[in-house]
């Protein structure tokens, strides 16, 4: 009888050991203390705040490690100057070496503006043309930029024959970005732009339906739609009501949109029927779908009340980018102290009082240059720009969106995805596409 009990305590105790063991593995780690700024009351938000605390919670687990990341959350409330208050406060009150965040292209540029002053790399999925990472070497983008998406959607016009589009874009810094490039891309392809039509993102139901029955009076029906999901939400379904969403049109959508349509409701989704968008390529893994399993667990924890809720890109580029972060910091270290004070003198500001990070050049210099295979795929940055590769062509049927090609910089269209195919040429044609239901269920338009 002695044997048995003697085995399940040294078994006790080994569990112990191993729990104590995990625990201790970073205790000696220095800790590098990084702000996270994120509308927190989005659903958006949300994904990505339990990427990015998965993400620490992955790097620190398999190994030893000399420093360890403290994420400091911050809720911007979807408020430019909230965003901005933020970043000053986690800036002052805990000197962070790197900020991740936020997500909105105008809370971006408040915050960009303000790592800039004082040395401190701010990591955005912004994806905003407005931005450039090239203007500013504190800013890196972690999406990809949206004019990557332009010859995809011109390839898309073209292949079906169109002459004539209308445009018809959120009034904000990140729907007016877009149409430059869209507007040359389109006149490259011989595609005349017939109309721009700005919607404001607080216009109300009588203000859509009168500029809906002013684009009845067009033409053209086809419409490329650059909106945010919170507008394009109350748009499609207006357009709907107007009739518009029928046989005879054809709409197409931008990645931000069409990458978050697992978020949108049902009826939005009713609503969209015989939509075309384009969005990022996320190839299948093993990895990919068990962390899949495990963020469900994790977000429906902590989100009871989000049934209708999936990862997506972006939640996925949030991993990646604080994965690259906290390598990142590995490499470089921790310096102490964080920030290099200025020469006293009166009438200083707060972000003057406070100095330049002593990180300054090589965290910055690391992050903007960085390669690394990721749950989103191949995660490379380069001049602090998120590199992008295939977009994938998508058609909302029934309760979702589904596949109907890809497109690629070198080989343009294509039903499968070309990978290093020496014998194939780019592709602007419709039967490299599969079958499209059209709104209505027309065949085409």
Same mark, same amino acid.
């Given at each position: 009888?002695?044997?048995?009990?003697?085995?399940?305590?040294?078994?006790?105790m080994?569990?112990?050991?191993c729990?104590?063991?995990?625990?201790?593995?970073?205790?000696?780690?220095?800790?590098?203390?990084?702000?996270?700024?994120?509308?927190l009351?989005?659903?958006?938000?949300?994904?990505?705040?339990?990427?990015?605390?998965?993400?620490?919670?992955d790097?620190?687990?398999?190994?030893?490690?000399?420093t360890?990341?403290?994420?400091h959350f911050?809720?911007?409330?979807?408020?430019?100057?909230?965003?901005?208050?933020?970043?000053?406060?986690?800036l002052?009150?805990?000197?962070?070496?790197?900020?991740?965040?936020?997500?909105?292209?105008?809370?971006?540029?408040?915050?960009?503006?303000?790592?800039?002053?004082?040395r401190?790399p701010?990591i955005?999925?912004?994806?905003?043309?407005?931005?450039?990472?090239?203007?500013?070497q504190?800013?890196?983008?972690?999406?990809?930029c949206?004019?990557?998406?332009?010859?995809?959607?011109?390839?898309?016009?073209?292949?079906?024959?169109?002459?004539?589009?209308?445009?018809?874009?959120?009034?904000?810094?990140?729907?007016?970005?877009?149409?430059?490039?869209?507007?040359?891309?389109?006149?490259?392809?011989?595609?005349l732009m017939?109309n721009?039509?700005?919607?404001s993102?607080?216009?109300?139901?009588?203000?859509?339906?009168?500029?809906?029955?002013?684009?009845?009076?067009l033409?053209?029906?086809?419409f490329?739609?650059?909106?945010?999901?919170?507008l394009?939400?109350?748009?499609?379904?207006?357009?709907?009501e107007?009739?518009?969403?029928?046989?005879g049109? /054809?709409?197409? =959508?931008?990645? +931000?949109?069409?990458?978050?349509?697992?978020s #949108?409701?049902?009826? $939005?989704i009713?609503?969209?029927?015989?939509?075309?968008?384009?969005?990022?390529?996320?190839?299948?893994?093993?990895?990919?779908?068990?962390?899949?399993?495990?963020?469900?667990?994790?977000?429906?924890?902590?989100?009871?009340?989000m049934?209708?809720?999936?990862?997506?890109?972006?939640?996925?580029?949030a991993?990646?980018?604080?994965?690259?972060?906290?390598?990142?910091?590995?490499?470089?270290?921790?310096?102490?102290?964080?920030?290099?004070?200025?020469?006293?003198?009166?009438?200083l500001?707060?972000?003057e009082a406070?100095?330049?990070?002593?990180?300054?050049?090589?965290?910055?210099?690391?992050?903007?240059?960085?390669?690394?295979?990721?749950?989103?795929?191949?995660?490379?940055?380069?001049?602090?720009?998120?590199?992008?590769? /295939?977009?994938e =062509?998508?058609? +909302?049927?029934?309760?979702?969106?589904?596949? #109907?090609?890809?497109? $690629?910089?070198?080989?343009?269209?294509?039903?499968?995805?070309?990978?290093?195919?020496?014998?194939?040429?780019?592709?602007?044609?419709?039967d490299?596409l599969g079958?499209?239901?059209?709104?209505?269920?027309?065949?085409?338009v």
């Amino acid at each position: 009888m002695e044997t048995p009990r003697f085995c399940f305590i040294y078994l006790l105790m080994f569990m112990s050991f191993c729990v104590v063991r995990l625990n201790c593995r970073n205790a000696t780690a220095e800790m590098a203390d990084v702000g996270v700024i994120l509308d927190l009351d989005t659903t958006l938000g949300k994904i990505c705040k339990a990427c990015v605390s998965m993400a620490i919670e992955d790097f620190y687990s398999n190994r030893d490690h000399n420093t360890m990341i403290m994420p400091h959350f911050r809720d911007s409330g979807t408020d430019a100057v909230a965003a901005a208050s933020a970043a000053i406060e986690l800036l002052k009150n805990t000197q962070v070496m790197a900020i991740l965040g936020p997500q909105r292209s105008i809370q971006a540029d408040f915050v960009i503006d303000i790592g800039e002053k004082v040395r401190v790399p701010v990591i955005s999925p912004s994806t905003s043309l407005a931005l450039s990472s090239k203007e500013s070497q504190y800013f890196i983008r972690s999406a990809w930029c949206s004019s990557s998406q332009a010859k995809a959607i011109a390839a898309i016009v073209k292949a079906f024959g169109w002459k004539e589009v209308a445009l018809v874009y959120e009034d904000s810094n990140y729907g007016r970005g877009l149409i430059p490039i869209l507007a040359e891309e389109m006149l490259t392809s011989n595609v005349l732009m017939a109309n721009l039509s700005a919607v404001s993102p607080s216009a109300k139901h009588h203000q859509l339906l009168q500029q809906l029955e002013q684009l009845k009076t067009l033409q053209t029906r086809v419409f490329v739609v650059v909106m945010l999901p919170n507008l394009a939400s109350r748009f499609f379904q207006t357009t709907e009501e107007a009739g518009m969403v029928s046989k005879g049109y /054809a709409w197409i =959508i931008s990645y +931000v949109l069409t990458s978050l349509l697992d978020s #949108v409701d049902s009826e $939005t989704i009713e609503a969209m029927q015989g939509v075309l968008g384009v969005k990022p390529y996320i190839q299948r893994s093993r990895e990919l779908n068990h962390f899949t399993k495990r963020w469900r667990r994790r977000f429906h924890e902590e989100n009871p009340e989000m049934d209708r809720t999936e990862l997506n890109v972006f939640g996925l580029w949030a991993y990646d980018s604080t994965t690259a972060l906290a390598d990142a910091v590995e490499r470089v270290g921790v310096v102490s102290p964080q920030f290099k004070k200025p020469m006293q003198r009166w009438n200083l500001t707060d972000l003057e009082a406070l100095g330049t990070s002593n990180s300054y050049p090589s965290l910055v210099h690391l992050i903007r240059n960085y390669k690394s295979k990721g749950l989103s795929g191949d995660f490379s940055i380069s001049n602090g720009q998120l590199q992008p590769s /295939a977009f994938e =062509i998508v058609n +909302v049927v029934g309760a979702g969106a589904y596949r #109907v090609g890809f497109w $690629t910089e070198r080989y343009g269209i294509s039903q499968k995805l070309q990978v290093d195919d020496p014998t194939a040429v780019y592709s602007t044609k419709k039967d490299d596409l599969g079958g499209v239901v059209w709104p209505g269920r027309g065949v085409i338009v």
